[in-house]
């Protein structure tokens, strides 16, 4: 099937078998497809999504970075927003507005490790009152999808993790739209191109480059930037990029590369795939063709680059609407949350996890995030939590203080253990809230990309080592023009500072985009009130509202 350009989708979910690297696997896929199909819409598009199930596993859709303004039903995290679509044909319409949104976006599944193979594009143009960008038109465009690839069940790699308590296996390539090799992006020389650059990695921060070219970044997680020039992109799983790349190269072939960064203290695993930048048309004679017969390499960062990470991360600034600031200066709620991994007891299900060591876990202010089981935190939210599937106790500080970027953090057992929790914290509407996201070396230092559901927010500073809220022109806040964002890539053994407003009545949740570090509970989530207005209350379900 196609790729769609309209606001009303059918998707099949089921098993898809594909060779690649040599093997014969089955996958889970959208429409027979892999990446699924690239779904295309207008700001002030209404978008309705009819998803039937025919695969053997339980599955959500997430349609990541849309703000589900009024519609947190379509949301998808799992257990957080609905109960899973069932096997065995259950379906389930996703409807929901795109209300002063345009850019790249993307959809994956939101139940276990599934998403490495059920996801794809989701490109928002502007709407009919602004229909143009906010930048010089390109010639052309092309959609990248960078993703990972493992020679198993995805659903068993995580299974496996989960019974011994660790970490899950790496995988065996990254692909670039499901490829592991052999993409082509032809290009003409003297024109500009809109890269659509998306990380639908599981695990994976990358560095991405095109040999004897650069980039002019235009747009992050679907917000424009002011335009900044690099030759390279640093993606984090979740976040998008949108980029000018002028082809004034001269013609001939070059590689695009994206690469594996690690922030991990001695971590030694890397990857590398490529795709082919093909100049067409080349007028060249026959002798100069020939001299460019090898295929240019782009040098690529050390795959521990963590200052060139930083740098892009830290680099990029927001485009302001009629050139006027749009942070809200007044802050209602402010929170320090710290997060990083622990360690807890093994469970009874964890049989082959080391009853001695424990089963390493994840959490936020101490808390592990646990997922309820008998329905969504968005029902119980809407009955008014009478069941008590959640509590309204998430801390707004963590419960001990004590140097969270230090190594010896790993030698203190007293701050390793957590435990687990399904543990909210309530806003009230139309509340300006104000987060310090502090990492901690617990376990290793590392760099987590943080994705909130339904917001955007703005990322106001960035740096390394502990945070200091009494320090001000030590960690200056840009309060003019900072980055947009829906997924900040909070740097290895520091912090970032982001604020939002709470303007959207639902349940949502913020959680780390390593997927591995998902079923380890590094989450939380936050119940944002309902409105004065009617039009600021969120609706009751649809109909077709999965049950558990």
Not at 267 to 283: I, K, M, V
Not at 479 to 500: D, E, K, M, Y
């Amino acid at each position: 099937m196609a790729d769609w350009i309209g606001t009303v989708y059918c998707m099949q979910v089921g098993n898809l078998t594909i060779n690649r690297l040599g093997q014969r696997q089955v996958i889970t896929a959208v429409n027979g497809q892999f990446p699924g199909p690239k779904l295309e819409a207008r700001d002030g598009d209404t978008v309705v999504v009819h998803v039937v199930n025919y695969s053997p596993y339980n599955i959500t859709i997430h349609w990541h970075g849309v703000l589900q303004r009024l519609s947190g039903w379509a949301d998808g995290p799992s257990m957080v927003s609905q109960c899973p679509i069932r096997t065995g044909g259950a379906a389930y319409t996703y409807r929901f507005n795109i209300t002063g949104q345009e850019g790249t976006l993307w959809w994956h599944a939101h139940v276990s490790f599934l998403r490495a193979t059920v996801y794809g594009a989701l490109l928002i143009r502007p709407g009919p009152d602004k229909p143009h960008y906010p930048f010089p038109t390109p010639h052309g465009e092309a959609t990248l999808l960078f993703g990972e690839w493992w020679n198993a069940s995805v659903v068993d790699v995580e299974r496996q993790a989960m019974l011994t308590g660790g970490a899950p296996n790496n995988s065996v390539a990254l692909t670039i739209n499901g490829m592991t090799g052999g993409y082509e992006l032809p290009v003409r020389h003297g024109k500009t191109y809109l890269l659509r650059l998306i990380n639908a990695a599981l695990n994976y921060q990358l560095f991405c480059k095109v040999a004897g070219h650069a980039f002019t970044v235009v747009a992050a997680d679907a917000c424009y930037t002011d335009p900044y020039d690099t030759d390279v992109v640093v993606l984090a799983p979740g976040q998008t990029v949108d980029a000018l790349m002028y082809a004034n190269a001269t013609p001939g072939r070059y590689y695009m590369a994206a690469q594996v960064y690690q922030s991990l203290a001695n971590a030694t695993y890397t990857a590398t795939t490529t795709a082919l930048l093909r100049y067409e048309h080349d007028n060249s004679t026959a002798a100069a063709k020939a001299s460019r017969s090898l295929v240019m390499m782009p040098h690529m960062p050390a795959f521990n680059d963590s200052e060139t990470a930083q740098g892009f991360y830290g680099s990029l600034s927001g485009l302001l609407p009629d050139g006027k600031p749009t942070v809200p200066l007044h802050v209602d709620t402010r929170m320090l949350v710290t997060y990083g991994l622990g360690v807890m007891p093994c469970m009874p299900a964890q049989t082959l996890c080391n009853r001695t060591r424990g089963s390493v876990a994840a959490s936020m202010n101490n808390v592990s995030f646990q997922l309820p089981t008998t329905m969504s935190l968005l029902e119980a939210h809407l009955r008014g939590n009478v069941d008590g599937v959640y509590t309204r106790d998430f801390p707004d500080r963590p419960p001990v203080v004590f140097n969270f970027t230090s190594a010896s953090a790993s030698s203190n057992r007293s701050v390793m253990l957590t435990s687990k929790g399904t543990k909210v914290k309530t806003l009230r509407f139309n509340t300006t809230v104000e987060v310090v996201l502090q990492n901690t070396a617990i376990l290793g230092s590392e760099n987590h990309p943080l994705h909130l559901h339904g917001f955007n927010f703005y990322v106001l500073a960035q740096g390394v080592g502990n945070f200091h809220a009494r320090s001000p022109t030590r960690y200056p806040y840009n309060l003019v023009n900072p980055q947009q964002r829906n997924t900040v890539a909070v740097p290895a053994g520091g912090w970032a500072v982001i604020r939002f407003t709470a303007d959207n009545p639902g349940v949502w949740v913020m959680h780390c985009h390593l997927d591995a570090h998902l079923p380890f509970g590094l989450a939380m989530a936050f119940e944002v009130d309902d409105g004065p207005t009617p039009d600021t209350v969120l609706p009751p379900p649809p109909p077709d509202y999965p049950q558990c």
